[in-house]
């Protein structure tokens, strides 16, 4: 059975908040999942960030959520993702300086991993990358790397008002990376996480 420890991060934007959900040993490696804006009430618990780290655990990943600058009992301030991506990025090298890595977010934290994934790349330590309604209609995400694009799930709702999926697809279609619709959902996959969580499972399993 998984387990969850409460830790505390010592990251470029402060002392973070966050949560490390432990998979059964030995895990496949570190899966980190970053979470929506910190200024329309993102945070770590969102509940599509805990379907997307559950269907990490019971893939068989480690999984790390944790709250962004000035989110939750974190330090800092919001930093349009450019702080964020540097918090990711050392979160990993802390806590994961060796082997197998994975990528996810929603939303900004989706965008937020965008960036994160460009810096990292070209790098066999990422095995999986889990996309859930980019932001793209605010910020300029960065392509996904070509070398990635088969290890990379772009999912988004066709009923998306926030970002919306003729937005996505305009930001895909240059990379030529498939994005994943799942009808009528809506930003937030109400009534539609567990489909969700069926999508990244089988991602995962791949």
Known sequence: MATQQALWLDLPGGRHQAVLDQAVSPAKGLALVAHPHPLFGGTMDNKVVQT???AF???GWDCLRFNFRGVGQSE????EGRGETDDVLE????LA???PVALAGFSFGAFVICQALARLSPSERIHKVVLVGTAVTHFNPSPVPDAMHDATLAIH???DDTVALSAVLRWAAP???PVTVVPEGGH???GQLPLLKSLVLRHLRA
Request: proline letters at 4%.
């Open 52 to 54: 997307l780290s559950r």
């Open 57 to 59: 655990i019971q893939a």
């Open 76 to 79: 800092g301030v919001y930093d």
């Open 91 to 94: 979160a990993l090298r802390q």
């Open 97 to 99: 300086p060796a082997g």
């Open 157 to 159: 709702g066709e009923s």
């Open 175 to 177: 990379q030529a990376l």
């Open 188 to 190: 937030f996959f109400h």
